[in-house]
């Protein structure tokens, strides 16, 4: 499958946090999805390339970041980008895409950017 990611990132910026619904509901802090503003020291960068997975092979058993892998998870392994780093990832072919996070590290199969 042929690919493109785009992908953002800042260099010293701390993990992500992931809240509960709970806690969400009490935000009063709206969110613009208009908005195309970037946050100040973030970059993009645009790759071309093929993807693979690897599925039931890898199920349950750990991460480069210390998580479980789930195949199921939108996910995915990459040799040099920051781990928690958000990607967005597109098939040419059909323009439809998807937004995942780096946990992993690989591919380590020649001409694969993305597993």
């Known amino acids: 499958m042929t690919i493109a990611i785009m992908y953002q990132?800042?260099?010293?910026?701390?993990s992500p946090r992931y809240t509960t619904d709970q806690?969400?509901?009490?935000?009063?802090?709206?969110?613009s999805t208009k908005s195309k503003v970037r946050p100040k020291g973030t970059s993009r960068k645009v790759l071309k390339g093929v993807s693979s997975y690897y599925a039931e092979d890898f199920h349950g058993k750990l991460t480069a970041n210390g998580e479980v892998y789930d195949m199921y998870g939108l996910t995915a392994a990459h040799k040099t980008l920051p781990l928690n780093t958000i990607c967005r990832v597109t098939?040419?072919?059909?323009?439809?895409?998807?937004?995942l996070r780096i946990?992993?590290?690989?591919?380590?199969?020649?001409?694969?950017?993305?597993d």
């Open 103 to 114: 946990n992993d590290r690989g591919p380590y199969i020649k001409g694969r950017i993305l």
């Open 9 to 14: 990132f800042s260099g010293c910026a701390s």
């Open 23 to 31: 806690s969400a509901k009490r935000s009063t802090k709206k969110l």
């Open 91 to 99: 098939n040419i072919k059909n323009g439809k895409s998807l937004i």
